[in-house]
C-alpha cells in the first residue's frame, strides 16, 4: 500500500498555507510534519483525510483493494478533538466507534477492554467520559485508533496532554502499527520517539 | 447504523442532553392557550387541532440545532463523515433524524392526547390529531436536518433554522391541521390529506437526508 500525494496545496479562507507537497509512503513508513504555528500543519492533514478539498494537487491511495479504495476509507483520524461524549461511558464510547466503524474487511481490531489495557485505562471503562483528565481523554481517544484496524493513521498533535509515561508507550503503539505495515502522518512539535522517519517541514 | 442510532438515543436520555425541552415546551404553550383565549369551550375545540400542531411544530424546531452541532463540537462529525465510504452520508444523516424524532418528538406525540383534552377536543378529534402528528412530524425532523446541516457552523444557529425550516414545514402543517379536522367535521375528508401528509413525509425522508449530507460535506472546515 503506498499513499501519495502529488503537488498538494491547501488554502484557508481563500489564502493559500502550502502549496507543491510530495509524498509518497511506502507501508511501514512514518512522516513527521513540523512547522511554527499557522504553518499548515493541520489544514495539511485535513486535506490529506478528504476533509478539506485540496486547492491543487492530488493524493491517492495505491494498493488498498476492495476494503481501502480511498484515503478516508483506510484512514484513522485523531484530530485536536477526541469525538467522544462526555455522557457516555468511555467503555460505550469506544464500544460505539468499533462497532460504527468497524465492517467485515476491517473487523480485525482490538476489543474495547484489550484497547483501553493497551493505552493502560483498563480500570476506568465504567466511567463517564466527562470525568477523565485531559491525557486520559487522549488516552481514550487513542484506544479509539486501536478498536478497528485501519492502515493509514493521520494524527495531529497526537501527545497534547500526554505524560512523558504515556508519550512512551503511545510511541510503542506507534511503532507496532508500522512493524504491521501501518503508514503514519504526524503533526507535531514534539519528538514522538519514532525511528527511521521521514520529517516534512511546514514553513508557513 | 444500528450502533449510531442506539448512541444518540443514549445521549438523549443521559443527563443534561435537554431532549425533554421539547416536550416540556409543548406542554407550556398548551396549557396556557385556554388562559389566554378563554372559557369558551366549543372555541377551543375548535381551535384544538391547529394549536396542538402549530405547539409540535414549534417544539420540534427547538432541539434541531443540537442535532449535527453537538457532533461537530467534539469531532464525531468529522469522523461520520470520513465513513461516508463505508456508510452512505445520507443514510447516517437519516439515522441521526430517526433517533432525534425518537427522543425528542415521539414524546410529544404521546403527549397530545393529554393536552387535547386540555383543549376540550372530542376524543375522534384527539385520535386523528395525534395519529396526524404521528405521520408527519417525521416529515419535520428530515426537513429540519436539512437546516440543521447548513447552520451547523453557526454557533447561534437556531433562529436560522426556525427561518429556514418553517417555510418548508408549512405544507406539513397545512394537511396536517386539515386531515385532523376531516376527522371530526363531517364534510370535509380526512383521508386525501392525510394521505398528502404521509406523501410529504416520505418524500422529506428522501430529500432532507441527502441534502443535509451534501451540507455536511461542504461545511467542514
Known amino acids: ?176 502499527h508500522l512493524r504491521g505495515g501501518g503508514i503514519i502522518v504526524a503533526a507535531t512539535h514534539l519528538p514522538l520517539g519514532l525511528e527511521g522517519t521521514v520529517e516534512l517541514r511546514m514553513v508557513g | 447504523m444500528w450502533a449510531l442510532y442506539l448512541r444518540d438515543l443514549r445521549l438523549a436520555f443521559r443527563a443534561g442532553s435537554g431532549a425533554l425541552t421539547g416536550v416540556i415546551f409543548f406542554l407550556a404553550v398548551i396549557a396556557t392557550i385556554p388562559f389566554g383565549v378563554g372559557p369558551d369551550l366549543n372555541l377551543l375545540a375548535r381551535i384544538g387541532p391547529a394549536i396542538l400542531w402549530i405547539g409540535a411544530l414549534l417544539s420540534c424546531l427547538l432541539g434541531l440545532d443540537r442535532l449535527f452541532q453537538a457532533d461537530r463540537e467534539d469531532g464525531s462529525l468529522d469522523l461520520l463523515v470520513l465513513e461516508a465510504d463505508r456508510h452512505m452520508p445520507a443514510l447516517t ?13 415521539l414524546p410529544l406525540v404521546v403527549a397530545s392526547p393529554l393536552l387535547g383534552l386540555f383543549m376540550n377536543m372530542p376524543a375522534a378529534g384527539i385520535g386523528a390529531t395525534t395519529l396526524t ?4 412530524t417525521p416529515a419535520i425532523a428530515f426537513i429540519g436536518a436539512a437546516g440543521a446541516a447548513v447552520a451547523v457552523a453557526l454557533p447561534r444557529g437556531g433562529v436560522l433554522i426556525s427561518v429556514l425550516v418553517l417555510p418548508l414545514a408549512i405544507p406539513v402543517l397545512i394537511f396536517g391541521v386539515s386531515a385532523s379536522y376531516g376527522a371530526v367535521n363531517d364534510p370535509e375528508p380526512f383521508l386525501p390529506p392525510f394521505l398528502i401528509l404521509a406523501a410529504l413525509t416520505l418524500f422529506s425522508a428522501v430529500v432532507g437526508p441527502v441534502a443535509a449530507a451534501v451540507a455536511l460535506k461542504y461545511g467542514t472546515d
Open chain 2, 93 to 105: 444523516v437519516l439515522v441521526k433524524c430517526l433517533a432525534h424524532w425518537t427522543a425528542s418528538v
Open chain 1, 1 to 176: 500500500m503506498r499513499l501519495i500525494a502529488e503537488g498538494l496545496a491547501g488554502e484557508r479562507g481563500g489564502e493559500s498555507v502550502f502549496s507543491g507537497i510530495e509524498l509518497a509512503l511506502e507501508d511501514g513508513a512514518a512522516c513527521v510534519v513540523t512547522g511554527p504555528n499557522g504553518s499548515g500543519k493541520s489544514t495539511l492533514l485535513r486535506v490529506i483525510a478528504g476533509l478539506l478539498p485540496a486547492a491543487a494537487g492530488t493524493v491517492r491511495l495505491e494498493g488498498g483493494g476492495e476494503a481501502f479504495p480511498t484515503v478516508a476509507s483506510a484512514s484513522h483520524y485523531l484530530g485536536h478533538q477526541n469525538a467522544m461524549k462526555p455522557a457516555l461511558t468511555v467503555a460505550e464510547n469506544l464500544g460505539f466507534w468499533r462497532d460504527f466503524s468497524a465492517d467485515a474487511e476491517t473487523k480485525s481490531g482490538l476489543g474495547v477492554d484489550q484497547a483501553l489495557e493497551a493505552v493502560e485505562l483498563g480500570r476506568i471503562g465504567h466511567l463517564p467520559f466527562g470525568y477523565l483528565s485531559t491525557g486520559q481523554r487522549r488516552r481514550t481517544a487513542i484506544a479509539r485508533l486501536l478498536v478497528c484496524r485501519r492502515p493509514v493513521w493521520l494524527l495531529d498533535e497526537p501527545t497534547a496532554g500526554l505524560d512523558k509515561a504515556s508519550e512512551r508507550r503511545f510511541a510503542g503503539l506507534m511503532g507496532e
Open chain 2, 133 to 136: 402528528l404521528l405521520a408527519g
